[in-house]
């Protein structure tokens, strides 16, 4: 059975670095799959993040591309997303993901985890 | 690319649920369907337009044409309270795209 687990300080402030962690159980993170984040800031839609394959290759939003890098740890079936810069408008409930090979279908996700940005 | 789904739908216990997902061109790509339900990980119920993963009820079916998508589900019960949402890929973009997400209460 696949799982996805976030974790990482529920509150930031403003202009720090938002860093999350996903950790992969019942199956390797080196399988033939993307891994990624998604979130959902209060009352809006989902919003795609990004995209990392374990040999390190990236797909990113272009809106939040320059704020964001993506890693991943396969001796520690993980991966981590890092967000510079914050603002109040990357309050939200951010999920882990694993999607197919070709990126089509998410098809795992973590139960989400909130960050809110605040001083 | 601009997926548009209903923000609700509600349905009686028993009756089909019809929850639409509209873009342009929609039907030439593949669609996939997730369902959120309060303080749970979402879930696949639908892939590639109209497969069912496994676990998911026969009660759950996808359609994708022209500029609308469709996830249908029949015979609703209570459990099938949640959030729905249309997700594709965008080729054009490199860019995963979700619709607005619909509602569905059960009456």
């Known amino acids: 059975q696949v799982q996805l687990q976030e974790s990482g300080p529920g509150l930031v402030k403003p202009s720090d670095t938002l860093s999350l962690t996903c950790v992969v159980s019942?199956?390797?993170?080196?399988?033939?799959?993307?891994w990624g984040w998604i979130r959902q800031p209060p009352g809006k839609g989902l919003e795609w993040i990004g995209y990392?394959?374990?040999?390190?290759?990236?797909y990113s939003s272009p809106s939040l591309q320059s704020r964001v890098t993506m890693s991943v740890d396969t001796s520690k079936n993980q991966f981590s997303l890092n967000l510079t810069s914050v603002t109040a408008v990357d309050t939200a409930l951010y999920y882990c993901?694993?999607?197919?090979?070709?990126?089509?279908?998410?098809?795992?996700w973590g139960q989400g985890t909130l960050v809110t940005v605040s001083s | 690319y601009v997926l548009t789904q209903p923000p609700s739908v509600s349905v009686a216990p028993g009756k089909t649920a019809r929850i639409t997902c509209g873009g342009n061109?929609?039907?030439?790509?593949?669609v996939h369907w997730h369902q959120r339900k309060p303080g749970q990980a979402p879930v696949l119920v639908i892939y590639?337009?109209?497969k069912r993963p496994s676990g998911i009820p026969e009660r759950f079916s996808g359609s994708n044409s022209a500029d609308t998508a469709t996830l249908t589900i029949s015979r609703v019960e209570v459990e099938d309270e949640a959030d729905y949402f249309c997700?594709?890929?965008?080729?054009?973009?490199?860019?995963?795209?979700f619709g607005g997400g619909t509602k569905l209460t059960v009456l």
């Open positions: 993901v694993r999607s197919g090979s070709d990126g089509y279908m998410i098809d795992y």
């Open positions: 019942g199956y390797s993170i080196r399988n033939n799959n993307w």
């Open positions: 990392i394959y374990y040999s390190g290759s990236i």
């Open positions: 061109s929609i039907g030439t790509k593949s």
């Open positions: 590639y337009d109209n």
């Open positions: 997700q594709v890929w965008d080729s054009s973009s490199d860019h995963v795209v």
